[in-house]
């Protein structure tokens, strides 16, 4: 959905260096996610957003940081990058309305070697 | 926390035949059950959802059903086409703001 942009799409980076990825929308909603996608393992939850001042973590939120700079715009960190954390990251926004879904972003890959 | 069970895990099927994908949950507080379709290179889009005071829900060749009793929703592809091979997920949604995953099925199409 071009509504939800990532930045990177591709990065490759080496264990220990410090990496930022990072989410724009331009649907107005709420309510922002990261999620992680590894092969067979589907999409789990890191941290989510429901406004600029509420910031949760998710499922696997431990060696990730976020940070919420605008309500459309939400940046996932990883301090110090590890292989097994290499995968695909999907950003998601959602609106507060509870009828509705969420709408992720295209994604990015990347590589910790 | 909720449970996702996502079968089958893979799924070939001739062209013009139909594809069925079942998952099951384990909250019964569980309202919202959508499927999402990633092809290659994209993130997951939406193709159809289901609320939890609705058992069926159709949109052209793609159906969803749902029975709340066992806790399990399918999702019905007929007359498949090439452009139906992707990546399927189903989520169930227990409240405002989170949804919970399966691990996907991928579906092939063969000509």
């Known amino acids: 959905d071009a509504d939800v942009t990532q930045t990177p799409r591709n990065r490759i980076t080496k264990t220990g260096k410090r990496i930022m990825l990072e989410c724009s929308q331009t649907?107005?909603?709420?309510?922002m996610y990261w999620y992680r996608q590894d092969p067979g393992l589907g999409l789990r939850l890191i941290y989510y957003?429901?406004?600029?001042?509420?910031?949760n973590k998710g499922e696997i939120s431990d060696g990730y940081s976020v940070s919420r700079q605008a309500q459309a715009k939400f940046s996932l960190s990883l301090e110090s990058a590890i292989p097994n954390q290499t995968a695909l990251y999907f950003c998601?926004?959602?609106?507060?309305?509870?009828?509705?879904?969420?709408?992720f972003g295209p994604g990015t890959r990347l590589t910790v070697l | 926390g909720e449970n996702v069970e996502q079968h089958p895990s893979t799924l070939s099927v001739q062209e013009g035949d139909s594809a069925v994908i079942k998952c099951t949950y384990s909250?019964?507080?569980?309202?919202?059950f959508p499927w999402y379709k990633q092809e290659l290179g994209k993130g997951p889009q939406l193709i159809i959802d289901i609320r939890s005071n609705v058992g069926e829900k159709k949109d052209q060749r793609i159906a969803v059903t749902l029975n709340k009793t066992a806790k399990h929703f399918s999702l019905h592809i007929t007359e498949t086409q090439p452009e139906d091979s992707a990546v399927y997920f189903c989520?169930?949604?227990?409240?405002?703001?989170?949804?919970?995953f399966g691990k996907g099925t991928k579906l092939s199409v063969i000509p």
């Open positions: 649907k107005g909603h709420d309510r």
């Open positions: 957003s429901f406004d600029v001042k509420d910031i």
């Open positions: 989520a169930v949604g227990a409240g405002s703001y989170q949804l919970t």
């Open positions: 998601a926004t959602k609106r507060t309305d509870s009828t509705d879904t969420q709408y």
């Open positions: 909250d019964s507080a569980s309202n919202y």
